[in-house]
């Protein structure tokens, strides 16, 4: 992409020079009509972080002090926060160890009558059924919000990933695959909640038609102008960007398709995968362990090199007498989940497969040898 960098340059130094500007300029209302136009979406609003999109776009639902909000435990802690932020309170859903997808019967089976919302969370790209998640949201009467954080490009049976509930919220953190160093947007077909959205991001002005939100006070969550101009740049490429991260994907698995241990994990019926990092199903002893050794020796991964653990366990987010969530925990702790980002070489991805192909067999050798 040669003339990616000559477009950020000029679009980048209009904005700096038009700065200081307390009207904030044009650059995030051009980005969230472009993005608009590129997702399909009535209405885009650009915030400060995917955190601060999915706060937003759960105080736009309505959701505050004394709710419940059903949760994966399959996620991270930037899910999680925004709920407890409001005043809310998370409760952990099981996710299928097959599958990866939310169990529904969990879900059904903590319900309550003060939950009033459930957020999907597409963890590494990979998106559920919509048709049995709008089904389940029907049935208990619930909002459905999607972080999708990850899974910009991905959609499944032709519905795209952040466009099944009521709103999706996409992070554009440096390593997504929409970057803008830091940032995030709020996509919704739904007029009222996109303009509670932009009275939350800017302390509540303007208000929307008077309404006063829920969730009480709000926050400075807009978005600057010149992270807008980066991910405006970048969004001109966006289908260049998905296409070379699900390459990349792809080289990885296929390179270690067929080596004992390691099982590449494909994407489900009719979801088109945008590829977010190569997901390998460790068959190994002592996996997690396996991708924390991974780690030491270069290979970056959400488990051993981020310690991505069920958020249930996590200090903070415990609830006594609240049975954990096993198959959150065992899908964690046996998938290698590589990160990746543009700038990985064709060289440094037959390193990561060269690496985890020779210290798969080194490892479970040594577990025959030492059994534990």
């Not at 960098?5 to 980005?31: C, E, I, K, M, Y």
């Not at 490429?237 to 390691?262: K, Y």
């Not at 190994?284 to 959400?302: K, N, T, Y």
Request: a negative charge; charged letters at 20%.
């Amino acid at each position: 992409m040669p003339d990616r960098t000559q477009a950020l340059h000029t679009r980048l130094t209009a904005v700096l020079n038009s700065l200081p500007d307390p009207s904030g300029g044009t650059a995030t209302l051009d980005l969230e009509q472009a993005l608009g136009d590129r997702l399909g979406i009535s209405e885009v609003v650009a915030m400060a972080s995917g955190t601060m999109a999915l706060q937003g776009a759960l105080a736009a639902c309505g959701i505050g002090p004394g709710d419940e909000v059903l949760v994966p435990a399959l996620t991270v802690v930037m899910t999680v926060a925004p709920v407890i932020a409001l005043g809310a309170r998370p409760v952990f859903v099981d996710s299928d160890p097959v599958t990866l997808e939310v169990n529904y019967a969990d879900a059904e089976a903590k319900c309550t009558v003060r939950t009033r919302a459930i957020v999907a969370v597409h963890l590494w790209g990979r998106m559920g059924d919509p048709a049995a998640l709008e089904t389940f949201a029907t049935e208990h009467g619930l909002t459905v919000v999607e972080d999708a954080a990850q899974a910009i490009g991905t959609a499944r049976n032709r519905q795209r990933a952040g466009t099944v509930g009521s709103a999706g919220c996409f992070s554009m953190k440096d390593g997504k695959i929409l970057a803008s160093a830091e940032g995030g947007f709020v996509v919704t077909d739904e007029p009222e909640i996109a303009a509670r959205v932009r009275a939350w991001r800017n302390h509540g002005q303007p208000p929307p038609r008077g309404e006063i939100l829920r969730a009480g006070v709000a926050t400075n969550a807009r978005l600057a102008t010149p992270l807008a101009a980066i991910a405006h740049t970048n969004l001109d490429h966006l289908h260049s960007l998905v296409e070379l991260r699900r390459a990349q994907a792809g080289h990885v698995t296929d390179a270690l398709t067929g080596v004992p241990g390691l099982r590449p994990l494909s994407p489900a019926l009719g979801e088109d995968w945008n590829g977010y990092a190569p997901l390998l199903h460790l068959d190994l002893p002592r996996p997690r362990a396996f991708a924390q050794h991974l780690a030491r020796l270069g290979v970056p991964s959400s488990t051993g090199t981020f310690n991505l653990v069920p958020c249930d366990t996590r200090p903070g987010f415990t609830y006594p007498g609240r049975e954990p969530c096993r198959g959150a925990a065992q899908i964690l702790d046996h998938t290698l989940a590589v990160i990746l980002t543009e700038h990985d070489t064709t060289a440094t991805l037959d390193r990561y497969a060269d690496v985890i192909a020779h210290q798969a067999d080194v490892w479970a050798a040594a577990d025959e040898r030492n059994p534990r």
